[in-house]
């Protein structure tokens, strides 16, 4: 069974410039997750979609980052424009379940981008 | 909000010797709990789970974790350390819910012949 696939593995843009980030989870996983890990840190959820629908986007900067769900399978997270702080690993993972009261499932973690802006 | 507690941002052990690699949780109802490992640029490979099945969870590896309502803790073990041990290690809390999960800031773990 393949993994979560991302890409690119790396990227280094300049501040104020746009960057995207591409997920392909697991086939047939309902839910997908995109983390931020800064260096030194735990990673911290952005956003979370159950099929092509957001679940909980709480802790993503919304008036920069953005994403979408095409189709219920793949994934892009954007940052438009990017600032130095937003240099990190973006990690990409997936669950096999949609969210069931009660319950929780194993997230599938892909390599992950490395984000650096100068 | 549900916060997890990982004291120690770097152990030592030599090969051959016992790990102990500890996290505590806040939150009044117990989570669920994991402990996820990361090798240099690679992504974040679960080791082991607490489902409120058993307080002793087995994992990958020759991991375990004991779960302790009393203390709040979910200490990650292993009998004897491998050089191959050498990585990062998360321990991780979702409540019921959506699944999100909550992550410690990492113990890295080194390994010496």
């Known amino acids: 069974e393949a993994g979560v696939a991302q890409s690119p593995r790396y990227k280094i843009i300049e501040k104020r410039q746009s960057v995207a980030f591409w997920c392909n989870p697991i086939?047939?996983?309902?839910?997908l997750y995109w983390y931020q890990q800064i260096l030194g840190q735990g990673p911290k959820l952005l956003i979370q979609?159950?099929?092509?629908?957001?679940?909980?986007d709480s802790q993503l900067p919304k008036d920069r980052f953005s994403a979408e769900r095409l189709k219920g399978v793949d994934s892009t997270l954007k940052i438009q424009p990017a600032k130095l702080e937003d240099s990190a690993v973006y990690l990409c993972?997936?669950?096999?379940?949609?969210?069931?009261?009660?319950?929780?499932?194993?997230?599938?973690f892909g390599p992950g981008t490395r984000l650096t802006v100068l | 909000a549900q916060s997890v507690t990982q004291l120690g941002s770097h152990v030592s052990v030599s090969e051959g010797a016992l790990v102990l690699l500890r996290c505590n949780y806040s939150?009044?109802?117990?989570?669920?709990l994991f402990w996820y490992v990361q090798y240099p640029n690679q992504g974040l490979q679960l080791l082991l789970k607490y489902t409120s099945a058993a307080t002793l969870v087995k994992g990958i590896n020759g991991f375990e974790a004991e779960f302790k309502k009393s203390e709040t803790s979910f200490h990650l073990t292993k009998p004897s350390a491998h050089m191959s041990d050498a990585a990062e290690y998360f321990c991780a809390a979702s409540n019921t819910g959506f699944q999100k999960l909550v992550f410690g800031t990492g113990t890295r773990l080194l390994v010496s012949p």
């Open positions: 939150s009044s109802v117990p989570p669920y």
């Open positions: 086939s047939g996983h309902a839910t």
């Open positions: 979609f159950q099929n092509n629908g957001v679940v909980d």
């Open positions: 993972a997936s669950s096999p379940r949609a969210w069931l009261a009660g319950d929780t499932d194993t997230q599938y």
